[in-house]
C-alpha cells in the first residue's frame, strides 16, 4: 500500500529564554534546487497549544530568495509551545505549511 504524507517536516526548535532565537529555513526541491518564492508570503504564529484560540507571538520572517530568516522573542514563552510556517501563493490562493514544530524554552540563569 502507498502512502500520500503531505504533512510538513516537524522539529524540536530549544531556546534559551530572553536570548535571540533566529532560524533560518531553506526551501529547496527534492534535488537541492531552490524553489521559486516570488509568488509566496509567509507567517509563523506561536501558540501555546496547537487548537488554542490565543496567538502567543508572530514570528517576523524575512524572505530572500529561497531562504527564510525567523526571528524569535522568546521572553514570554511557556515553556513549551508550538508553531508552524505557512505560505500563501498571491497568484492562486494555495496555503502550504512548510514547516511546523515545538518549541522549548530553558530558563536563563543570568537575568
Known sequence: MDII???PPTIEWRVYRNDS???T???ADSDGNALDLDDWNFQ???REYPLDAAVITTMAIVKNENILTLELDTTNLPMISYFDIQGT???NNKINT????QIFVE???TR
Open 98 to 101: 512548510v514547516l511546523r514544530g
Open 89 to 91: 501563493n498571491s497568484v
Open 21 to 23: 532565537a533566529p532560524m
Open 107 to 109: 530558563e536563563d540563569i
Open 5 to 7: 504524507d503531505l504533512q
Open 25 to 27: 529555513v531553506l526551501l
Open 44 to 46: 509563523a504564529k506561536v
